[in-house]
């Protein structure tokens, strides 16, 4: 199959190298551009765990301090493999799904008197972490460390393969990612082009920002990780 992967870059190429092991072949169009911002070093004065929602929150810390041995608790398997390959040696993976089972992770695991959880992420949060955190006791704070830039229009080579029936798949990872590549395809006068495409949704979240669009077929994923979603392409 040609599967589209709509991923920021560095997690798309990851997925397609998965995709192309499995014989699919692949058209990468990053729909969300990540920008890490510059500033001072993470000031990690009486903190005692980050929390980590995304694989890019992870890379955003690893820019901004040379801090490695503190906690971290990462949202998913995805971003606890991130943290890990950057050198945090003390990572646990939330056992729940999204922001709300990572803030039951930490309540469950760590000690509100022991110091502040420090949530790394983007300009741009899903849920609120800090609120359920505080709720709950916790002395909590956000750093926005990057920025996830929207695509402002399809490329041309992909509005061709979309027009061309080239792309049998296309493979969605977030709720914001799927209303963006909505928004772009009806921008272009190409929903009708989805008619052919079986979309792979990580989540119903996911999927449910999909409605709008005439897929052949939309597939949720059984676990929203990467595995799960190359799962919904095995015959």
Do not use: K, W
């Amino acid at each position: 199959m040609r599967v589209l992967v709509t991923r920021p870059r560095d997690d798309a190429e990851a997925f397609a190298a998965s995709l192309h092991f499995l014989g699919h072949t692949t058209v990468i169009e990053p729909l969300i551009d990540i920008v890490f911002l510059e500033g001072p070093p993470l000031d990690l004065t009486g903190v005692q765990a980050l929390a980590f929602t995304s694989a890019n929150g992870a890379r955003a810390a690893a820019r901004r301090t040379g801090e490695r041995r503190i906690r971290v608790i990462a949202v998913g398997p995805a971003t606890a493999i991130e943290a890990t390959m950057l050198g945090f040696v003390d990572v646990s993976l939330s056992n729940g799904e999204g922001v709300d089972g990572l803030s039951r992770s930490i309540v469950g695991a760590l000690n509100p008197r022991a110091g502040l959880i420090l949530h790394v992420t983007g300009t741009v949060t899903a849920g609120d972490l800090i609120g359920a955190l505080t709720a709950a006791g916790f002395s909590a704070r956000t750093e926005r460390l990057y920025e996830a830039r929207a695509a402002d229009a399809l490329s041309g080579a992909l509005c061709a393969e979309l027009v061309a029936g080239a792309i049998d798949a296309a493979a969605f990872f977030s709720p914001r990612t799927a209303a963006l590549f909505a928004a772009l395809i009806e921008a272009e006068n190409l929903a009708a082009t989805c008619r052919g495409i079986t979309a792979l949704a990580l989540s119903g979240a996911v999927a449910n920002a999909l409605v709008s669009l005439p897929f052949r077929e939309v597939r949720v994923a059984l676990r929203p990780t990467a595995e799960g979603m190359l799962a919904l392409l095995a015959p």
